[in-house]
């Protein structure tokens, strides 16, 4: 599909972040510019822009001579990334619990209801969309846009690595557990626990990857 000159290479950002995003364009895959423009039926100009988005957003990596690779996420990325966003995160779940009125409260009462029947039913699709859902919610309500912003790039990186620690043993019931102490400290307007148990949460989301992936491991070698 033709894409039109409106702001164009952001179009085109947005489109080649969601292949990137939908493994269409899979991690360590090169970017043939010629082909890619090609398919796109733009010119290198707005192409080569959008390829700088990305780069900066951490999703491309640039190699001088070479060009544009999608950016692998490493075990070693994930160990430093999780201690960032747990902080970051954690801090938001402070403020929220200080600016949040009832009626937001409430809203995510119905959305934490949501999540635990998703758990019950064992809808793991379900419940990551939920769990996203949520997650969002508690950053908005921090209403800090620095926050909002370090934390939106950072998670770029890690849907990179395309996720699923809750397939870790009992890691569904943990998850939903973390969840509700963080909800819980946000209803008692208590922006310490409410910090502590969100930075808990994703703490424990890095353990679980990291036994999802000694797992997988274990399986290649038997």
């Not at 009125?101 to 409430?106: C, G, N, Q, T, V």
């Not at 919610?137 to 926050?147: E, G, K, M, Q, S």
Request: with cysteine; aromatic share 4%; hydrophobic share 45%.
């Amino acid at each position: 599909m033709r894409l039109v000159a409106n702001s164009l290479h952001h179009e085109v950002a947005a489109t080649l972040r969601e292949q990137i995003f939908a493994g269409t364009l899979a991690p360590g895959s090169f970017l043939d510019e010629g082909a890619l423009c090609q398919r796109l039926e733009i010119s290198r100009t707005p192409l080569r822009e959008a390829l700088k988005v990305l780069t900066a957003e951490g999703l491309l990596r640039h190699e001088p001579r070479r060009g544009c690779f999608v950016s692998e996420v490493t075990e070693r990325d994930l160990d430093e990334i999780f201690p960032v966003i747990a902080l970051l995160e954690g801090r938001c779940a402070f403020e929220a619990a200080r600016n949040a009125s009832d009626a937001e409260l409430r809203e995510l009462d119905v959305l934490h209801d949501k999540l635990a029947r998703h758990a019950k039913a064992r809808r793991i699709t379900d419940y990551y969309a939920t769990n996203h859902v949520i997650h969002e919610a508690i950053i908005t309500l921090a209403d800090n846009r620095w926050l909002a912003q370090v934390i939106g790039d950072l998670r770029k990186i890690l849907k990179l690595a395309r996720l699923q620690q809750l397939h870790a043993p009992g890691r569904l019931e943990q998850s939903l557990s973390e969840h509700l102490a963080v909800f819980a400290a946000l209803k008692a307007r208590d922006s310490a626990g409410a910090e502590a148990a969100m930075r808990t949460h994703l703490t424990r989301q890095r353990e679980a990857l990291r036994e999802v992936a000694q797992q997988q491991k274990l399986r290649l070698m038997s």
